[in-house]
């Protein structure tokens, strides 16, 4: 399978622990995203690196949240101290950096519970 | 705040009818993108339409675009139990010429396909 693929697919926690969230990019694509998205709505964004490079953030990402991706290969987000309202799921998706285009495609998904 | 405004939230009809939603959104884009998703899971692309083109067809898919009105809408022709899911515009949003990667999603229309 030579698509996105994130890890794991369903995390429970409860409120205050640290999650870890893994996501594998599509090999050859140096672009690299986060999104979340709540029941009901559709993906905000979160933050997106250039090969190793985090280039931008939303303010939704508070201090709370962490996103690496060393080596420009697959990538990290780290939520500290956890909160009920950070039960969502967690979207990756990659792309090739394109001056006219930007399709990107999508990871299944790491679903988040916070109890 | 989400950039693009998606009608209908929901949209319920039978095999073989034609489904049409529409996206509206605020600002100037690079580009515009369909995505669907099926339940609990990660987004597929469907089509991109870039900001200098009105129309463009993909199977049983034809996106339209119009700048002046800043919306556009998706058509699926024929449609088919299977195209049940919640489909989502995306936009590129302008950054003096360039694309900067991020897309900002609507809320989703909720298509129903009923045998």
């Known amino acids: 399978d030579t698509g996105v693929s994130q890890d794991p697919r369903h995390k429970i926690t409860k409120r205050g622990q640290n999650v870890t969230f893994r996501c594998d990019p599509i090999?050859?694509?140096?672009?690299l995203y986060w999104y979340r998205q709540t029941l009901g709505q559709g993906p905000e964004f979160l933050t997106y690196?250039?090969?190793?490079?985090?280039?931008?953030k939303s303010r939704l990402l508070s201090d709370r949240f962490s996103a690496e991706r060393p080596k420009g290969s697959f990538s990290t987000l780290e939520i500290q101290r956890t909160e009920q309202g950070d039960s969502a799921m967690y979207l990756c998706?990659?792309?090739?950096?394109?001056?006219?285009?930007?399709?990107?495609?999508f990871g299944p998904g790491t679903r988040l519970t916070v109890l | 705040s989400q950039q693009g405004e998606e009608d209908p939230q929901a949209l319920s009809i039978q095999e073989g009818e034609n489904a049409t939603m529409n996206c509206s959104y605020k600002?100037?884009?690079?580009?515009l993108q369909w995505y669907r998703q099926n339940s609990g899971r990660g987004l597929v692309h469907l089509i991109l339409?870039?900001?200098?083109?009105r129309e463009k067809h993909s199977g049983r898919l034809r996106v339209t675009l119009d700048t002046s009105k800043k919306s556009s809408s998706l058509l699926i022709t024929a449609s088919r139990a299977a195209d049940t899911a919640s489909y989502f515009c995306?936009?590129?949003?302008?950054?003096?010429?360039?694309?900067?990667?991020?897309?900002?999603f609507g809320q989703g229309t909720i298509l129903t396909v009923h045998p």
């Open positions: 998706a990659s792309s090739l950096r394109s001056f006219f285009a930007n399709e990107q495609f």
């Open positions: 090999s050859e694509h140096n672009r």
């Open positions: 690196f250039q090969n190793e490079a985090q280039l931008e």
């Open positions: 600002t100037s884009i690079n580009n």
């Open positions: 339409i870039r900001s200098n083109e």
């Open positions: 995306a936009t590129d949003i302008n950054a003096g010429g360039t694309s900067y990667g991020k897309l900002t």
